[in-house]
């Protein structure tokens, strides 16, 4: 199976703070990588198909980018609606992974 | 307006058995791949499965740790999904979520996902 690691596991910003999410495949899968945005109690939420495309209604301050096996998620300006868990996942073959998540918590 | 909606979690005994339905609505079920999402609690998300549509002959593909003992079945007239699960263990405890499959050229990824339903597996 292919493992999908994030980093940091967690991390601390303010609002306006630019932000960034790294993620990486233990092979490559070119850009077949998802991010999904998920608050508590409630479901995912997709952010970003094929590594760099916005999900439709997906604010502009999110983008994605990379390929092969490593990967980035930015917000360019947190606003207080974005402090979430973040997973990236491949879907590069099945079974499907993900990766273990990133808190993002207010400082 | 895409709306998923999961049903039938609830407590079950080491060993016993449950049937999660999702029903869907707001699109073209039929067009569409559906896929089973775990999240145990306070951990993160796994992929449990997912079939395919009529076109491809409703084939099921399965994580390891769910293989022959779950199984993935749709009913296209009714749009719904069901996810049969046997021979449950306490590892099995999680939060089940329906998601919509959708394709992008070749890319593939779940775009609507249900509220979830809590499957908890103890004596």
Redesign the interface.
Known sequence: ?IQMTQSPSSLSASVGDRVTITCRASQSIS??L?W?Q?KPG?????LI??AS?L?SGVPSRFSGSGSGTDFTLTISSLQPEDFATY?C?Q?YT????????TKLEIK | EVQLVESGGGLVQPGGSLRLSCAASGFTFSDHYMDWVRQAPGKGLEWVGRIRKRANSYTTEYAASVKGRFTISRDDSQNSLYLQMYSLETEDTAVYYCARGSLSGRYYYFDYWGQGTLVTVSS
């Open positions: 199976d850009n077949y998802n999904f998920q409630k479901a995912p939420k997709l198909y094929a495309s999900q997973y996942q879907s099945t079974p499907y992974t993900f990766g273990q998540g």
